[in-house]
């Protein structure tokens, strides 16, 4: 079993910057791929970010590539997602999710947050 536990989330102006924390305890998540995903009220979640065992292969979203960045540091069972450049369609509940394949499918991770929210204003 792994627990994930998202932080770093708040409410920010349109053009500020937050990086977002996964911690995770339990199993060793250094041999799981992990992925940030996001959902707002009343919409389906949608895939941010992934990065595989090791995060040498990050892969983001085309509405946020260039803005967003996705890392890991395995040492510290720990998950990063660095936003820049924030915008009022990036409020959403953001979760994190670990699982056997890095991809854009939310059925694909077998292990997810109690999410974090980020709220933008303009």
């Known amino acids: 079993q792994v627990q994930l536990v998202e932080s770093g989330g708040g409410m920010v102006q349109a053009g500020d910057s937050l990086r977002l924390s996964c911690a995770a305890s339990g199993r060793t998540v250094s041999s799981y791929a992990m992925g940030w995903f996001r959902q707002a009220p009343g919409k389906e979640r949608e895939f941010v970010a992934s990065?595989?065992?090791?995060?040498?292969?990050?892969y983001h979203a085309d509405s946020v590539k260039g803005r967003f960045t996705i890392s890991r540091d395995n040492a510290k069972n720990t998950v990063y997602l660095q936003m820049n450049s924030l915008k009022p369609e990036d409020t959403a509940v953001y979760y994190c999710a670990a699982g056997k394949w890095g991809v854009s499918t939310a059925r694909a991770y077998d292990y997810w947050g109690q999410g974090t929210q980020v709220t933008v204003s303009s």
């Open positions: 990065i595989n065992f090791s995060g040498s292969n990050p």
